[in-house]
């Protein structure tokens, strides 16, 4: 797959197929992405922690929030869950300012997973003590992000925004829809810019 | 190239043949993976301005802070200036938080400028005022970060790092030196975590 292909195939994906094992050396492959990725003044003040047991798994679960616009629904049901995560912590022993290094760091594993044959999503709505108290995370460290990871059995379609309505929904089919912006609305000029 | 190719050729470049001309295209090809890349809450709040002529890029560049570890250094000379900026702007009429999208964007953007044989350098050093002043940018755009694109004319090398030490560096023949935490660094657990 070129670049287009994987980013044209990495949705967020939401419903898995939970007896799907993932590998701790995939895992390992896929932060050991994130960490060649930019850094910003090459600080590198991100670790990773990796899950990818039935057991742990489903110590991580109950402190995630799931798509926020889907009220009716609480998440992943028993069977559909992730079967790995990988936790973005930041270090503030190296710097107390993360910028965007866990963006950066999240687009290259979340790619990495396509590639790899997987998919999942990108959750920055944690309940930060609860995870914190559950694995015990030193006070030094941030969580910032946390990428669920498994295989997808859901399809996600992009749709053309339409009023500017940016929620995404499901079909009766359970499809996911997402809406995006098109080019034209967010490539922008100013009179006096060129 | 597959995605590993891909981000180990993705170093920062800040060295470039200015008289390599990108054609607009090839920016809004670029856009157009960070368009379709995962947002926050999927609100899209970011925009893009594109600047890929001679006159265009001089207006940015006095704007851009460069290599804070290069003491020595001003910046690329006329000559090795990157001949396209890609600047990320926050549009605070639709959210006022814009978490890591920015990151995420950043990468897909750089990762597609590498496909496409170009390289280049995410900068959030900048300085806000004299650029916003220079483009006539509205209160409404935060400015989050500005991608510097060009032909890279330098060598990239990833260094193992040496007693925590994450200041990059150039050798007597120019090549530019980054130390990398190793993966065993980046990867942890706690007692408890598994």
């Keep these: 797959m070129n670049l287009k292909e994987l980013i044209n195939k990495n949705r967020s994906n939401r ?6 094992h993932i590998d701790i050396k995939t895992l390992k492959k896929l932060v050991d992405l994130a ?7 090459n600080r590198q003040p991100l670790k990773y922690l990796l899950f990818n047991t039935p057991e742990n798994c489903e110590r ?7 798509a926020g616009y889907l009220k009716d629904w609480p998440g992943p049901a028993t ?9 973005i912590l930041g270090d503030k022993s190296v710097t107390e300012v993360f910028g ?7 687009q290259s594993i979340m790619l990495g997973a396509v590639e790899a044959g997987l998919g999942g999503c990108m959750i ?3 309940k930060h003590k609860d995870l914190r108290d559950e694995l015990k995370i030193p006070a030094k460290f941030e969580i910032l992000l946390i990428l669920a990871l498994g295989k997808p059995i859901e399809k996600v379609v ?3 925004i339409k009023n500017g309505d940016v929620k995404y929904w499901r079909d009766s089919e359970k499809n996911h829809h997402v809406p995006k912006r098109n080019l034209d609305e967010v490539i922008i000029s100013f009179q006096t810019d060129n």
Tied chains: 1, 2.
């Design 79 to 87: 069977g559909e869950r992730p079967s790995g995560y990988i936790i």
């Design 100 to 106: 965007v290094d866990h963006g950066i760091a999240a």
């Design 158 to 160: 992009i749709d053309e």
């Design 15 to 20: 419903r898995f197929d939970e007896s799907h």
């Design 60 to 66: 991580i679960f109950p402190s995630l929030a799931w």
């Design 35 to 41: 960490r060649l990725s930019a850094s910003g003044a």
């Design 124 to 126: 920055a709505s944690i």
